[in-house]
C-alpha cells in the first residue's frame, strides 16, 4: 500500500499562495487517483481536488476552483497542490490520498492517507 507524507503547509496572509507537496512511497504512484482534502477545528473532512493516474483529469470543489490546481509528477511520485488567492475560510490540516481506479471526491474511497499538514491562513 502507498505511503504519503505532505509537506509545503504554513502561514501566509490573505492573497498569498502555498504549493503543498505529496511524496508517495512504496505501491505503484501511476495507478492510483490522487486527492487533496481539508479539515478544519470543529468541520468535517472536506473534498478539494483531486487527479486522474494518467494527469490527464482533474476535478476540484468549488470553493477553490479558479484559485488551486492539482498537478502530479509520476516520475517523482509526487503530487502537488498550488494554492493561490488564499483565504481566511481555507485555513485546515490538508491532506493527500490515494485512490486505486478512477477519480473520486468521497474520501471514503480512499485506502491511503498522508498525516496531513496544516495551512494558516490570516486576514
Known amino acids: 500500500q502507498v505511503q504519503l507524507v505532505e509537506s509545503g503547509g504554513g502561514l501566509v496572509q490573505a492573497g498569498g499562495s502555498l504549493r503543498l507537496s505529496c511524496l508517495a512511497s512504496r505501491g505503484t504512484f501511476s495507478n492510483y487517483a490522487m486527492g487533496w482534502f481539508r479539515q478544519a477545528p470543529g468541520k468535517e473532512r472536506e473534498f478539494v481536488a483531486v487527479i486522474s493516474w494518467s494527469g490527464g483529469t482533474t476535478y476540484y470543489a468549488d470553493s477553490v476552483k479558479g484559485r488551486f490546481t492539482i498537478s502530479r509528477n509520476n516520475a517523482k511520485n509526487m503530487v502537488y497542490l498550488q494554492m493561490n488567492s488564499l483565504k481566511p475560510e481555507d485555513t485546515a490540516v490538508y491532506s493527500c490520498?490515494?485512490?486505486?481506479?478512477?477519480?473520486?471526491?468521497?474520501?471514503?474511497?480512499?485506502?491511503?492517507w498522508g498525516q496531513g499538514t496544516q495551512v494558516t491562513v490570516s486576514s
Open positions: 490520498a490515494a485512490k486505486w481506479g478512477s477519480i473520486t471526491s468521497n474520501w471514503n474511497e480512499y485506502a491511503s
